[in-house]
């Protein structure tokens, strides 16, 4: 089975630049989280969604960061414009509603380098 | 204001002995808490979890004990293995319907042959 499937693995860019980052979660999965890992802060919760309808976005840092759900099987996260300090390993994460303990299934991640 | 706490950063442990990583939390409204393992250039994997109606959950080598007047929560690798070796995070659920986790800083854990 296809896990979690996120894209670009890596991503240079420079300051000022729009990044966009992509997520495919596991099929069937009903919830999709964005997080984001830094060595400061650790794992952070930017968004999440259920059924595609966005739950809460308090995390979402300030308004150059924006999260899609256009359907069930895909998400992005963008960043416009982007900002050396949004170098982190961004994290893309998929559930089950039925899931009662919040078991994640997390993909690879997106490693994002603003210069 | 950190909710959650792993004190220890690292940990070094020999091969065959026993692994303790610890977690500490202020807020009595989780019902769920967590432990996953993360290796370098991966997403973390879950290992084990427990309900806070419950004070310990066994599955094979991982064993995790909650002790919620302490709100204190802990994972034993038993017998430890070099292929253990990752960072491990605690994670806690609020209760009810909201999904989000609260995460650790995470411990890193080397064992060694």
């Known amino acids: 089975d296809a896990g979690v499937i996120q894209s670009p693995r890596h991503e240079v860019t420079e300051m000022g630049q729009e990044v966009t980052l992509r997520c495919k979660p596991i099929?069937?999965?009903?919830?999709l989280f964005w997080y984001r890992q830094t060595m400061m802060r650790g794992l952070e919760l930017l968004i999440y969604?259920?059924?595609?309808?966005?739950?809460?976005d308090s995390g979402m840092p300030e308004d150059r960061f924006s999260a899609k759900m256009p359907n069930a099987s895909f998400s992005t996260l963008k960043i416009q414009p982007s900002e050396p300090r949004d170098s982190a390993v961004y994290f893309c994460?998929?559930?089950?509603?039925?899931?009662?303990?919040?078991?994640?299934?997390f993909g690879e991640g997106s490693r994002l380098t603003v210069l | 204001d950190q909710q959650v706490k792993q004190n220890s950063p690292s940990l070094s442990v020999q091969e065959g002995r026993i692994s303790i990583l610890n977690c500490d939390y202020t807020?009595?409204?989780?019902?769920?808490f967590l432990w996953y393992k993360k290796y370098p250039a991966e997403g973390p994997t879950f290992l084990i979890s427990?309900?806070?109606i419950k004070d310990k959950n066994e599955d094979g080598r991982f064993t995790v004990f909650l002790n919620k007047s302490a709100k204190h929560l802990s994972l034993h690798i038993v017998p430890s293995q070099p292929g253990d070796s990752a960072v491990y995070f605690c994670?806690?659920?609020?209760?009810?319907?909201?999904?989000?986790?609260?995460w650790g800083l995470g411990t890193s854990l080397a064992v060694n042959p």
């Open positions: 807020n009595s409204m989780f019902d769920y």
């Open positions: 994670a806690l659920k609020y209760a009810g319907n909201n999904r989000k986790l609260i």
């Open positions: 099929s069937g999965h009903d919830y």
């Open positions: 994460a998929s559930s089950l509603s039925s899931e009662i303990t919040g078991e994640l299934f």
């Open positions: 969604f259920n059924n595609n309808v966005p739950i809460d």
């Open positions: 427990i309900s806070s």
